[in-house]
């Protein structure tokens, strides 16, 4: 019941004041373990104008056990699977790493950031963290391209 009270505090509180570039929505109303985000690209990014949806699902032991996030929207980036489960690599849902105080938000916060600033040493799919750190003007074309291909309406 403790962490239904905490989830509930922690989506109330980012659908008042959500982070810069997020929205966050239940997915159905009767489940709080269920998120979706909508995050904006950042700016400077080749994500800018991108709107990506992200999936946030959180362990019924939660905060004692990490969230896990993924992409819905197909995103070329060398931190999230580039399959059909969009798995985003983020040291700090790591259970080793985790930290029962931290927030949903902050999450999120770090998710977003990392579309502005990959972290290629943590990559999920090496063949675009090469590129990444080889030849980044390809990077951001191909970037680019999926994004007005796959997150923008």
Not at 80 to 95: F, I, Q
Not at 118 to 131: F, L, N, S
Request: hydrophobic share 35%; proline share 8%; net charge negative.
């Amino acid at each position: 019941m403790g962490s239904q009270k905490r989830i509930a505090k922690e989506l109330s509180e980012l659908m008042e004041t959500p982070p810069n570039g997020i929205t966050v929505e239940l997915v159905e109303e009767s489940n709080l373990y269920e998120w979706r985000v909508y995050m904006d690209g950042p700016e400077g990014s080749p994500y800018y104008k991108g709107r990506f949806l992200v999936r946030l699902s959180l362990p019924t032991e939660y905060p004692f056990k990490p969230p896990a996030l993924s992409f819905g929207t197909k995103i070329y980036h060398p931190n999230v699977t580039n399959d059909e489960k969009g798995s985003m690599c983020l040291g700090m849902l790591k259970s080793d790493e985790w930290k029962p105080s931290s927030r949903i938000a902050a999450v999120l916060e770090f998710a977003r950031q990392l579309l502005a600033e990959p972290m290629p040493d943590d990559a999920v799919e090496g063949r675009i963290a090469e590129q990444y750190k080889n030849d980044q003007k390809r990077y951001d074309e191909v970037a680019r391209e999926w994004t007005r291909k796959y997150a923008m309406a």
